[in-house]
């Protein structure tokens, strides 16, 4: 069932275009089914379920943190992340540069940019990520690939459209030499078809893939 549902997935894809499993909640199981199917791109949204899973399963996975990530926590998966979604401070940001570069790594990460209606959702705003990507200085261990945000929770399609629209103007609104901004981040199993029309380069599907979380 989990391949059928990869395989009907990825047809709806452009080439160009990851999916990232999201398999929060899911069993090792049922990420090895979707492994066994050729998925190897894979999105968790909590540090200790990715850090047992990234343990247990094949190393040629990449897996994406794709949740909220607390600054203490960051030191956990700095060994082996391979794109971070949600930088949604400064702080975190530096602590990540931190992180990596006691690991001789340079970690991928994505600005979080708050484009929902919703007050609950974390990000900056475009003067809060203008600001950030122009003081980029000394942060040697990190590279800001893109930007990733999440649509209004609603029905409404022209308002979720909009709300991506917005976030690829924004992308080559901010693009400076340093930072191409390439990667948006938007999409998930209930917009991701509305995402990619709008210029989505990574979608994170879950319940259409895994089938729904209890």
Request: proline fraction near 2%; charged fraction near 25%.
């Amino acid at each position: 069932m989990i391949s059928e549902n990869l395989k009907k997935i990825k047809a709806t894809i452009p080439i160009g275009v990851t999916l990232v499993a999201v398999s929060k909640t899911k069993p090792n199981e049922a990420i090895m089914e979707a492994y066994k199917a050729g998925q190897r791109v894979f999105g968790e949204n909590k540090v200790q379920d990715l850090v047992l899973k990234a343990d247990l399963l094949p190393k040629d996975i990449q897996w994406h943190m794709i949740g909220h990530l607390q600054t203490n926590k960051v030191k956990f998966i700095a060994p082996f992340v391979s794109l971070i979604h949600g930088v949604d401070s400064v702080k975190l940001l530096k602590e990540i540069d931190k992180r990596a570069a006691q690991n001789e790594r340079v970690i991928d990460c994505l600005l979080q940019i708050h484009i929902a209606k919703e007050e609950t959702k974390f990000g900056f705003d475009e003067s809060e990520a203008q600001e950030l990507l122009t003081n980029l200085s000394g942060l040697n261990n990190v590279r800001i690939v893109g930007l990733m945000g999440m649509a209004t929770n609603t029905s409404e399609e022209f308002q979720v459209r909009k709300e991506f629209a917005g976030l690829k103007e924004l992308a080559i609104k901010l693009r400076t030499e340093n930072c191409k901004l390439q990667t948006i981040s938007m999409g998930m199993s209930g917009d991701y078809l509305l995402a990619l029309k709008e210029g989505s380069t990574i979608v994170r599907v879950g319940s259409a893939i895994f089938g729904s979380r209890k």
